[in-house]
Each structure stands twice: as C-alpha cells, then as structure tokens.
C-alpha cells in the first residue's frame, strides 16, 4: 500500500521579507533524512580525536564543557593535526578552569608559541578566570551564557553548548556553510549577512534534537573531508541524493526570469558544476608592510651575548608577545627611479638613520650596526617583511630587558620572531665562518702570523 504524503511533510518553511524561491530550506521529510544518513555515515566515518574521547566519556560537565571549549579556540583558524599536540598539553598541564586561572600570561603565551593568533590563548585564560571568580567554577551551558566569555563567538557557543552540553543548537563554520551552500543550491555570496543569517537559520532548524553535538560534528566533518572547497567526493557523499549544487543542469541556470536573492544565478557557471558554491563577495586585499628590527646585544658577564627585547602591547597584532627591538615606523622603500644598487643603499641608508634616531631618544650608545637580511611572513591580512640589523651596545642600559637568544625563545614569542632569529642564528655562524677564514688566509699568507699562532699553541700544549 503506497502512504499519501501529507501536503505539511514536503513543504519548505516561507522565508519572510525577501523574493525567495523557497528552494534554500528543508522540508521536514528532508529534515529527517539529513539527520539520519549523516549520523549512519558520522558513526562509522568519524575521525577519533582527544576532545571527542572527552566530550563522550567525561562525566563531570565542567571538565567536559571546558575540554570542548579549549579545542574549539585551538581549531579556530588552525588545522585539527596541529591541534591535537598542543591540546594534548594543554589539557595535561591545565586539566580545568580552576588549574588554567592560575596560570600566568606569559606561561599562557608560551605553551601557545607557534599555533598562531596568541590573543586566543589569551581570552581563553580570561574566559577560565571569568569561570572561577564569577560563576564559582561551573561553565556556562548554553548558548546565550557562553557568549559571555570572553573570545567567545556565536560558533563556539554552539559547538561548546551542543558537543558538550547536548543543547538543541546548529553550528555555522567553515565547512558547514559550503556545505549547506550547496546542499540547497545558496549561489548569494556568503560573506552577505543575510546569507549568513539565513544559514544559521537552516543550521538551527535541521539539528538533530537527540544527538545535536553529534549532527553539528558531522556536517562540520562532512566538510572537512568528503565535500571539501575543491575536490568534493560526491560519488561517495552520505547526503548527495538530495544536493541542489550535484543537480545544477543548463535549464536551472538559464531561468531569467528567477529573482530569488539567494540563489544566484547570474554568477553561475555549468562547467564549475558543485564548485559554483560557495561564493564569496570580493576580498579585501592584504597589505603590504616592513618592521625593522634590530637584535641589539651585549655580553653578559659569562662572555655570552644578550639581546635587548622588548614585550609587545596588550592589544594588538601578536599581543603581549616577546620581540627583539623593533623599531617605530616603516623601513622605506627607495624611489623606482633608482638602479637596483642604488635603491638597496639608499633603503639601507634610511633604515639606519631611522634606528639611529630610536636608539638616541633611548639614549642608547652603540656601534657596528649593520643590516643582515629580510624575513618574510604572512598574517591573515598582512604581508609582513621583517628586516633585520644587529648593533652592539657599548654598555649596558638599565631601561632595556636582556636575555640570551635561547631564554628569548622559550619566553613566548611569535612563529614570526623565531623566524627573525634563525636569520640571526645563520647571519653571526656565517661571520663567524667568515672570520675564521680569514684568521686562516692571512695565517697562510703571513709568515709572521704563523708564528705567533703557533707560540699559542705550543703555549696550550704545556
Ligand atoms: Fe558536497 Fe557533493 Fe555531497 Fe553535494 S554531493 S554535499 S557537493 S560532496
């Protein structure tokens, strides 16, 4: 006997305010089988990581929620094989809120080197004290509550509140905007408010009420390893039965007189098939900039060389973050008009005068400056370029932090800096390479130096 659908199962909820095909939502019948395929496929498919053991298994809520909140910030902009080293030790060396507010930010910054975007370590130890001093150690659970610490966005709140806490809430990131993007055909650009807006709105609607943390990882790991941004495996796709993008043919792109907001027709194009979504309005283009910095040393009293470093300010790109010198504005670049030659020495020439005039307002003596190269390194909106001199200090200056290169580093320090550093490593090995062979040529050369080369090591010998 073949079941009448009910008119109410395949209808797709209004989308008010705006001209809407009505094709960007699920019905509930569409709902159910979301929910259903992609659960089948998450449980045998689902990658095993540490905060997924955690968020199953831990019992007491607090270290559960907190456990799913430090991987949530660490897997903001980072990629889950770096995390799960630093997660690791992080959860071993702070296993909950109480232990982590009790930490110090420099002990914060240093068990984060390397992972990038430091202000994240930062709210995140903010966020522990907040737990601690205000809500007398419990996390928060829901969404609308854990909003309110600090770094906490409208993602994390969801994930931490549906992974840990099983609230009823969908997730939007990444990897589940393309996804629902092409799932329901969305070709508006989803940087647009109102398309991000709307796919909250179809995130929320399509959770599944009995295993939300469940369905948010899924679509999240659908994503990121079966409908990823440029080799989507529809063959193998768990949900492509009912994919819009897989759909595209020639007659769903060339209707004119379609003026629905979301899907954006004008833009597509049949040989992209799935890859159409999703669409990004225009980007902002990264900016250029040049940081001088000078690795100024003096030997401390066992012989070894310290370095002048300096710690970042509190807000800001690399927060809080230790450095070598750097010194207030750009290095300037020579006019086009020069030879190449003549360009370098004229860069050279500025930077030093620019140095010159920092190191005199901190009325610092100095001599030997000199410049040792340039660095390369790109944040998310800057191309940054690092350029490096050395100097030595004629005496030691109270008003300057000094410390060898190996403390500098251990201090917590940027992936940038460290960088700088190598380049320093490289630079003094090469001179003082360079200084042995010379010590060797002239030694060759000079009869006279031969000889007194070998007083002193007859002199060792005895
Ligand atoms: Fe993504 Fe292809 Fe699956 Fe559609 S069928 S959701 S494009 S992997």
Not at 410 to 436: E, H, N, P
């Amino acid at each position: 006997m073949v079941l009448k659908k009910s008119k109410k199962e395949n209808e797709k909820p209004k989308v008010e305010n705006e001209p809407d095909c009505g094709r960007h939502v699920f019905s509930a019948k569409e709902t159910r089988e979301l929910q259903s395929q992609l659960l089948v496929w998450y449980d045998k498919n689902a990658r095993t990581l540490p905060w997924r053991d955690i968020a199953r298994t831990e019992v007491d809520p607090n270290t559960r929620g907190y456990s799913v909140l430090v991987s949530e910030i660490m897997l903001q902009q980072t990629q889950v094989a770096t995390v799960i080293d630093y997660f690791n030790k992080w959860i071993k060396k702070w296993p909950g809120t109480k232990e982590l507010s009790k930490a110090t930010l420099e002990q914060i910054n240093q068990a984060w080197s390397g992972l990038g975007y430091y202000s994240r370590g930062r709210r995140l130890w903010e966020g522990a004290r907040y737990v601690e001093e205000t809500l007398d150690g419990s996390m928060p659970q829901t969404r609308v509550e854990l909003l309110k610490l600090p770094g906490v966005g409208k993602y994390t709140a969801s994930a931490v509140a549906s992974i840990a806490f099983g609230a009823q809430v969908g997730v939007v990131d990444g990897n589940v905007l393309r996804v629902l993007s092409r799932l329901r055909g969305i070709g508006a650009p989803i940087d647009n408010q109102k398309v991000v807006d709307h796919m909250w709105k179809l995130a929320d609607d399509i959770v599944d009420k009995e295993r939300p943390g469940d369905f948010n990882q899924a679509m999240m790991e659908l994503g990121a390893t079966v409908c990823t941004p440029k080799a989507p495996s529809c063959v193998t796709c768990p949900v492509k039965s009912m994919c819009a993008a897989r759909a595209l043919n020639a007659a769903s792109i060339v209707d004119i007189e379609d003026t629905c907001v979301k899907c954006g027709k004008s833009e597509l194009k049949m040989e992209e098939g799935v890859l159409n979504y999703p669409r990004k309005g225009k980007k902002t283009a990264s900016r250029d900039e040049r940081t001088l910095v000078l690795a100024l040393s003096h030997p401390n009293s066992s012989g070894d060389l310290v370095y002048a470093v300096q710690q970042r300010p509190a807000s800001g790109l690399l927060a809080n973050l230790w450095e070598l010198l750097t010194v207030p504005g750009e290095g300037k670049q020579a006019a086009d008009d020069q030879d190449e030659a003549g360009k370098q020495q004229k860069e050279v020439k500025d930077e030093k005068e620019v140095i010159s005039t920092h190191l005199e307002t901190l009325k610092v003596a100095y001599s030997q400056l000199a410049k040792k190269g340039e660095v390369n390194h790109v944040f998310s909106h800057i191309n940054m370029t690092y350029v490096l001199y050395t100097a030595t200090m004629d005496k030691k200056y109270e008003g300057l932090e000094l410390m060898t290169l190996d403390n500098f580093l251990v201090k917590g320090t940027s992936t940038a800096m460290k960088k700088v550093v190598k380049l320093l490593q490289s630079s003094s090995s090469d001179s003082c390479s360079m200084k042995r062979k010379s010590l060797t040529a002239a030694t060759a050369a000079d009869p006279k130096q031969r000889s007194i080369n070998s007083f002193f090591k007859s002199v060792k010998k005895e």
